[in-house]
């Protein structure tokens, strides 16, 4: 079952990925997100960040959308190797089959509640599939890298930034 | 701030950013230095003194305190493996390793330690290094100790520190203090950003600028592709120029071509760049023996203010852990304190949503105690192995077996012991399903149960080492003591990737030290002059 699991997300979705993601390999620098990939990574940010973020309304979408720049930013810093396999793993969860089977949410993503998302992400951090929590991993590092990377994040948490003054 | 680098630059060093090439070209001189690290910065130095013509070659870019703004954002993607989130091939264990110049000593800790005595040992008798002992490094050790500027530290240890001395001593476990390579720190708390006030006595300060006031050649965003050899010896190091982004190849090829070749390019990538080439390995050890000190973390959340990104990040250590079983027994391990930033902490730390805001808001009372594990003694612990994957780039495979569990466990109930007694209010071992513990007896008896696996209990590395290992005969080890390849002539391997086993301590100065007397025999054998006095 692993072993079909596995080859399922190798090559099961294959020719969408190469669809999809055709332009990632030869960006130069890395390229803008898609519109898929923003609302996939909007609605993950969303149930990763609760709590840190304002209640919903136009901060909050303000704060998400600063958040997906910032990963975007972090994945044109990866090596190619990373940012292959990241391309693998958001080609697939954009692709409705995708979402619905390996991440086990029925409604796209800009329509997912929180709930929804923190059950796909519980469930992947505790997976059996090795696999799909080195997945989760990776998104959690990029949400919460692009988040705490920006200078607004730092009074939440009393930290006051590098020391200013002395140079 | 002066920042020395660029007022070289303005004053001639040879420095040739390949991601500027208009197009190719073949260079020659005397030595070709791959990577600009503790091995390739402490080579370049010695052989440039000696008068011979030295090329180092670094992938990374050329950054200097003016570049360093003490700002996560800028200085992972800059001056880091893969923005400071390479992994083994599993996604197990996060790997901090520099890319830049100066490799990993630009973005290091400045923590500095000698070979410890006992590893001196194992190798005498596991590995035939017989000339490698206390007595004939010592000299060699002095010797950088004095250039780098390794010595105690004596400003008062910061807070993070101070919680590790004040459990262990309440437990009775002795603390030691940690030498530091720095000259006028201004105890700020950002080494791993690249120091911004050139305190930090790294290769990119002390011997790169050094070896580039003699005359020596500095490419950067190069990629070191292949040596080519035939009869026994390297006749060339073909290179890839990257684009500005450090990511991409350009196109532009580099030949470099030389008498002698030495690979420094760490632990990970110099196993890669002779495993590309396909240089001999008739008893396949290349790239096997890797080690890690794999470190298990513990988080503490304190009564008062703990303030862990301010102040020298790491001053204290204990080696009781070490000490309570033979070096080849049960996995020891040396507890010693990270600096904290928000980056680092928010994606080293685990959960989601409401329970990681809940440990971020405490974030400035947070005290977190690392164990590093000896890996590489115990029979069980044979480590990792790099390999090339796709675009011949390098993978680690390092298995997390149960004798690295068990010793996990163990060092994970040392430290949260250890936090309590200092006064912790709560502890969590960073594990994907262990809570919060708000006693002793409580985390005691969650953490003897807490199913430890890749993925769920958080695993990183900042110390990659073997893959090259040193050995007296080519059945046991890549090359020999002097670093110098068994089967071809006119290679060298001068980085952590020669030692055969850990190291149980932070390695610069292992480095700097064994380095320091193989580019001392290697300048006298390549000038032609008499060999270096000191043994």
């Known amino acids: 079952m692993i072993v079909s699991r596995r080859q399922f997300i190798r090559t099961g979705v294959a020719g969408g990925l190469l669809l999809a993601f055709s332009g990632w390999l030869n960006a130069a620098g890395g390229r803008p997100l898609s519109a898929g990939e923003r609302e996939m990574l909007a609605a993950l940010c969303g149930a990763l960040l609760d709590g840190a973020l304002p209640p919903a309304g136009e901060e909050r979408s303000r704060l998400v959308a600063l958040t997906v720049d910032g990963i975007a930013t972090t994945i044109a810093g990866l090596s190619l190797a990373s940012q292959r396999e990241i391309g693998e793993l958001f080609g697939l969860l954009v692709l409705a089959p995708g979402r619905m089977v390996l991440a086990g949410v029925s409604r796209p993503w800009r329509e997912a509640t929180v709930g929804e998302v923190s059950d796909f992400l519980q469930s992947w951090r505790t997976s059996r599939l090795a696999l799909l929590q080195g997945a989760y991993g990776a998104l959690h590092d990029l949400s919460f890298g692009a988040w705490y990377a920006r200078p607004d994040t730092w009074e939440a948490i009393a930290y006051p930034g590098p020391p200013r003054g002395y140079f | ?535």
């Open chain 2, 1 to 535: 701030m002066h920042d020395p680098i660029r007022a070289g630059l303005a004053a001639g060093w040879k420095h040739i950013d390949a991601s500027t090439l208009g197009k190719g070209q073949t260079v020659e001189a005397d030595v070709v230095i791959v990577g600009s690290g503790a091995g390739g910065g402490v080579t370049a130095d010695i052989l440039s003194d000696a008068g011979l013509r030295v090329i180092l070659v670094e992938e990374g870019p050329l950054r200097s305190s003016t570049d360093f703004r003490m700002r996560e954002s800028d200085a992972y993607p800059e001056l880091y493996q893969d923005s400071a989130a390479r992994k083994t091939a599993d996604k197990a264990i996060n790997i901090l390793q520099g890319r830049c110049v100066g490799g990993s000593t630009t973005v290091n800790w400045t923590s500095s330690f000698r070979t410890p005595p006992e590893v001196l040992a194992y190798w005498q008798r596991h590995f035939g290094l017989r000339q490698l002992s206390v007595e004939s490094l010592s000299s060699w050790f002095a010797v950088m100790e004095h250039k780098l500027w390794v010595r105690p530290w004596e400003t008062p240890p910061n807070q993070n520190n101070k919680v590790l001395a004040a459990g262990a001593e309440k437990l009775g476990i002795p603390i030691g203090a940690i030498k530091r390579n720095v000259k006028g720190c201004w105890n700020l708390g950002y080494c791993g950003m690249g120091c911004p006030t050139n305190a930090k006595q790294s290769m990119l300060v002390t011997t790169i600028p050094a070896a580039l006031n003699r005359g020596a050649t500095l490419y950067t965003r190069l990629r070191a592709e292949r040596l080519r050899f035939s009869g026994g010896r390297i006749n060339a190091l073909d290179c890839q120029a990257l684009r500005p982004d450090g990511i991409h190849p350009s196109g532009k090829r580099v030949q470099l071509r030389a008498r002698h070749f030495v690979v420094a390019a760490g632990a990970i990538g110099s196993p890669a760049l002779l495993l590309r080439s396909g240089v001999p390995d008739p008893h396949r050890l290349l790239g096997k023996r890797t080690f890690l000190h794999p470190v298990v973390i513990s988080s503490a959340l304190m009564p008062e203010r703990v303030d862990a990104y301010a102040g020298a990040p790491q001053t204290l250590y204990s080696d009781f852990f070490l000490q309570q079983a033979a070096i080849d027994g049960p996995l020891g391990f040396k507890l010693e304190t990270p600096p904290l930033h928000p980056v680092l902490y928010a994606t080293t730390l685990q959960g989601f949503g409401a329970a990681h805001v809940a440990l971020m808001r405490e974030f400035t009372r947070v005290n977190v105690i690392l164990a590093l594990l000896r890996d590489g003694f115990h029979p069980e612990s044979q480590g990792g192995q790099v390999r090339l994957g796709r675009d011949g780039l390098p993978l680690l495979d390092y298995p997390l077996g149960d004798v690295i569990w068990e010793a996990a466990r163990r060092a994970l109930l040392a430290m949260a012991e250890i936090q309590f007694a200092a006064g912790a209010r709560a502890v969590t071992p960073v594990h994907e399903t262990a809570p919060l513990y708000s006693s002793w007896a409580q985390a005691k008896k969650g953490i003897a149960e807490l199913p430890l696996k890749p993925l769920l209990c958080r695993i990183v590395s900042a110390h990659v080492m073997g893959g090259c290992g040193m050995a007296d005969t080519p059945q046991r080890g890549v090359v020999d003591h002097r670093g110098r390849h068994f089967w071809l002539g006119n290679l060298s391997v001068h980085d952590g990737s020669l030692f055969p086993t850990s190291l149980g301590a932070n390695p610069q100065l292992s480095i700097y030290g064994l380095v320091a007397r193989n580019a001392a025999l290697l300048a006298a054998e390549l000038s032609g002059r008499p060999p270096p006095l000191i043994p």
